[in-house]
């Protein structure tokens, strides 16, 4: 097997699909390796660090040497970005898409690039939080004064939300979360987080331990209900997702008005379609008149490029060499694992779940 490595194109993007340690892996597995000149830099991986594990560093148009049966790997979204599936579907490539890896499967584990990244993000949402905000996170007792705990709200607690609970515990602030799937309750108080429970809101787990997307009548109570909690907060950190969705809204331009001057908001779920805070941008940082700080953090794991790139290549190389048989990599649609991700084939988009919103 032949692997190529591109570097990335999209704006502000940083990471890179495998680092050297998993190109030495792929390498002692008999593969060839082909990376892309200065595809590491984003992640301060210089060119020379690739040959030392064994890759050739070739530029851009050198790379297309793979063999016939190309396959091309990455995060597509292809449920929100089903254009995309098509263009790639058109190269006659098949196309991997590393977000729809069945998360529930356990030797699926290694390869859940979601999970690895969303990780991240929390963290680093969590720091972003605590530097915007302009008082301290933990409890101070100084001879100049004492300064009171951040009280931070978490909305959303999968992966992404559990542990900007965790970051923003050990920074010492007092923290609550929420979320609609009523089964993350003892994993937040596992935490030290207290679970806020709303009275007008059901459990709304959907499938594959995701969420379902709230009716306009659940979604208008919890933006009302919540709303009272949101005042009470000094920070707010959101990261709900419907898979497929736009980001629900959870923070409305009512709830924001009831801030207090200096709070700030943490927008993971930012996006061009609308996030989890009503006005938020993705990649802008918004004072409202209010004094309260937005931030529409959408690309967080690039920001922390060097971590994010050695967890993304562990997954990406875990799905090649678990693909390869007999030293030929091989899509066996018989295996849930990768029918599961396989989003376009023989110039068709081909995954189920794309169907309908690729067939115009
Ligand atoms: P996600 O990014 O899709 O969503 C983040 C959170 O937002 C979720 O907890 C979701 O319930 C919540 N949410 C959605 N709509 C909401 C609303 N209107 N109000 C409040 N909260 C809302 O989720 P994720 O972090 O990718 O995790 C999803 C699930 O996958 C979790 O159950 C997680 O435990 C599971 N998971 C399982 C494995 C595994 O079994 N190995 C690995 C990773 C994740």
């Known amino acids: 097997m032949k692997v190529a490595v591109v570097k990335e194109t999209a704006p ?9 340690d998993a190109v030495a892996k792929l390498r002692s597995a008999g593969h060839e390796v082909l990376v892309q000149t200065g595809a590491g830099a984003g992640a301060f991986l210089p060119d020379e660090s690739y040959s030392e594990a064994g890759a050739t560093v070739v530029p851009a148009e050198q790379l297309a040497v793979a063999d016939s049966g190309q396959a091309v790997l990455g995060m597509f979204a292809p449920l929100t970005d089903p254009q995309l599936a098509k263009r790639l579907a058109s190269t ?3 196309a991997l898409s590393l977000d729809l890896i069945p998360r529930t499967l356990s030797r699926a584990q290694p390869m859940d690039a979601l999970t690895s990244q969303a990780n991240i993000a929390g963290y680093k949402a969590a720091l972003v939080a605590a530097a915007a905000f302009g008082r301290f996170f933990p409890l101070l007792i100084t001879a100049a004064g004492t300064a009171r705990p951040a009280k931070v709200l978490v909305l959303g607690t999968g992966v992404a939300g559990l542990q900007a ?10 923290v609550s979360a929420y979320d609609v799937r009523p089964e993350t309750k003892t994993e937040v108080q596992s935490l ?9 809101v059901g459990p709304a787990g959907g499938e594959g331990g995701y969420a379902r997307a709230l009716t306009d009548a659940e979604r208008a109570a919890q933006q009302a ?6 005042a009470r907060h ?3 950190i959101t990261t709900a997702q419907v898979p497929g969705r736009r980001p629900p809204l959870l923070v409305t331009s ?5 801030m207090a001057p200096g709070s700030v908001l943490v927008d993971m779920g930012a996006s061009t379609l609308g996030g989890n805070v009503e006005g938020s941008a993705p990649g802008e940082t918004i004072v409202a008149d209010n004094g309260i700080t937005i931030i529409g953090a959408d690309n967080l794991p690039s920001t922390m490029a060097a971590a994010a790139s050695a967890m993304y290549a562990r997954n990406i190389s875990s799905l090649l060499l678990y693909m390869v048989k007999d030293g030929q990599f091989t899509v066996d649609l018989a295996d849930e694992l990768v029918a599961a991700v396989v989003i376009a084939q023989d110039g068709k988009v081909v995954h189920p779940a794309l169907a309908t919103s690729a067939a115009e």
Do not use: M
């Not at 502000?12 to 050297?20: D, G, I, K, Q, T």
């Not at 609970?165 to 007092?174: C, E, M, N, P, S």
């Not at 209900?225 to 949101?230: G, Y």
């Open 254 to 258: 009512e709830a924001l008005k009831s």
């Open 12 to 20: 502000a993007e940083r990471r890179v699909a495998l680092v050297p």
């Open 192 to 200: 030290g987080a207290t679970f806020i429970e709303l009275t007008s």
């Open 234 to 236: 000094d920070v707010v």
């Open 225 to 230: 209900e919540l709303a009272d909690h949101i």
């Open 92 to 94: 006659g490539a098949t």
């Open 165 to 174: 609970i965790g970051t923003a515990r050990r920074l010492g602030a007092v």
